[in-house]
């Protein structure tokens, strides 16, 4: 599970830009340890919209030997 929801950071993300109020001050408004993970947000938001701030399941990579243990 993703440590932050889709609809927490598309608030606190809003916040920022409705409200005028600063990474530092949403991070500690929301308990969130760093104000970086918030600014990361808010550009991720800028580059790609709304999307940007979906939670994405991590691409799973194998190692080679178990990938010979799977076909043998």
Known sequence: MAKFSFELKKKI????????IGS????KKYNIKSRT?????????NAFGI??????KPIKVYSGNYKRKVLH
Do not use: C, P, Q
């Not at 993970?37 to 938001?45: P, V």
């Open 37 to 45: 993970t918030i600014l990361n947000w808010i550009h991720m938001y």
């Open 13 to 20: 993300v809003k916040e920022y830009f409705s409200a005028g």
């Open 51 to 56: 999307k940007g701030l979906i939670v994405r």
């Open 24 to 27: 530092t001050s949403l991070a």
